[in-house]
């Protein structure tokens, strides 16, 4: 068995590391030791050619990924005519199913109790509402946008004082003042997601509840379509105060 991996983190020892750990984890005799694979762990560059050529020495490419965005070296072993063992999960079921794979039953765990951020300021905050949209509950500075779908029924709200940014800021901050959050606030309300689970996730499940309702690509394009229905409307009417347009043109596709 051949494992390549990239060990960007861990100083590139991988080898030694994952001997190490089957040395702990495993407790084998030298006899069971000698009974199993060789295994080979390839963490240095290699070329485009020794790319394809252990593609070509292999029977099947395993890999039992915890989620892909698409998963390009699932793509290349499938381009290599290698049969894939994948996690049935994520970007790779696009392409990959029980004709062309073997996929691999999961359970899905949640990594996290909670998103913190103690934002200076947000127009929005697309990782708070993607970590929502998540069923986590958020720990976010009670100010700007974020106060638009964050309150205490889905998330924990730190106290800040506004203090004028500094001018070593790049320019476009200069004379403005961003929100500082309460560090003693901030570890409070984190020992509270921390010492009542229950109701954190409650909170995370009434996040995520609002997200769907609200905030999902139907419920805008509803939002959306109604705003589009009132200005056309509004247009052709005639009673239009704002409207410079003399003449509606209505848009491709509008037959009304």
Same mark, same amino acid.
Request: charged letters at 20%; a positive charge.
């Given at each position: 068995?051949?494992?390549?991996?990239?060990? +960007?983190?861990?100083?590139?020892?991988?080898?030694?590391?994952?001997?190490?750990?089957?040395?702990?984890?495993?407790?084998?005799?030298? %006899? %069971?030791?000698?009974?199993?694979?060789?295994?080979?762990?390839?963490?240095?560059?290699?070329?485009?050619?020794?790319?394809?050529?252990?593609?070509?020495?292999?029977?099947?490419?395993?890999?039992?990924?915890?989620?892909?965005?698409?998963?390009?070296?699932?793509?290349?072993?499938?381009?290599?005519?290698?049969?894939?063992? &994948?996690?049935?999960?994520?970007?790779?079921?696009? +392409?990959?199913?029980?004709?062309?794979?073997?996929?691999?039953?999961?359970? @899905?765990?949640?990594?996290?109790?909670?998103?913190?951020?103690?934002?200076?300021? %947000?127009?929005?905050?697309?990782?708070?509402?993607?970590?929502?949209?998540?069923?986590?509950?958020?720990?976010?500075?009670?100010?700007?946008?974020?106060?638009?779908? &964050?309150?205490?029924?889905?998330?924990?709200?730190?106290?800040?004082?506004?203090?004028?940014?500094?001018?070593?800021?790049?320019?476009? +901050?200069?004379?403005?003042?961003?929100? &500082?959050?309460?560090?003693?606030?901030?570890?409070?309300?984190?020992?509270?997601?921390?010492?009542?689970?229950?109701?954190?996730?409650?909170?995370?499940?009434?996040?995520?509840?609002?997200?769907?309702?609200?905030?999902?690509?139907?419920?805008?394009?509803?939002?959306?379509?109604?705003?589009?229905?009132? @200005?056309?409307?509004?247009?052709?009417?005639?009673?239009?105060?704002?409207?410079?347009?003399?003449?509606?043109?209505?848009?491709?596709?509008?037959?009304?």
């Amino acid at each position: 068995m051949y494992i390549l991996t990239k060990p +960007f983190l861990n100083g590139g020892n991988f080898a030694g590391d994952m001997r190490t750990w089957v040395q702990q984890h495993l407790n084998l005799s030298q %006899e %069971e030791h000698s009974k199993l694979p060789t295994l080979y762990v390839i963490s240095s560059h290699l070329t485009s050619d020794q790319y394809a050529g252990l593609y070509k020495a292999a029977d099947a490419y395993v890999t039992p990924t915890r989620g892909e965005g698409w998963g390009m070296p699932i793509t290349e072993a499938m381009s290599m005519g290698l049969p894939v063992v &994948v996690t049935n999960w994520s970007g790779v079921t696009a +392409f990959v199913d029980e004709s062309v794979g073997y996929m691999v039953n999961y359970t @899905l765990q949640t990594a996290a109790d909670a998103y913190v951020t103690p934002t200076r300021g %947000e127009g929005w905050g697309m990782p708070i509402t993607e970590a929502m949209s998540m069923g986590l509950p958020v720990v976010v500075t009670n100010w700007s946008g974020v106060t638009a779908f &964050v309150d205490e029924s889905v998330g924990y709200m730190v106290n800040y004082t506004l203090q004028t940014v500094p001018d070593d800021q790049p320019w476009w +901050f200069q004379g403005a003042k961003w929100a &500082v959050a309460s560090s003693s606030h901030l570890r409070q309300r984190m020992r509270e997601v921390m010492s009542d689970r229950r109701t954190a996730a409650a909170k995370g499940k009434r996040a995520r509840q609002r997200m769907v309702k609200l905030y999902s690509p139907e419920a805008v394009g509803r939002l959306i379509a109604a705003e589009h229905k009132r @200005l056309t409307q509004l247009l052709r009417s005639g009673t239009c105060k704002h409207c410079n347009n003399k003449q509606w043109v209505a848009p491709p596709g509008d037959t009304s």
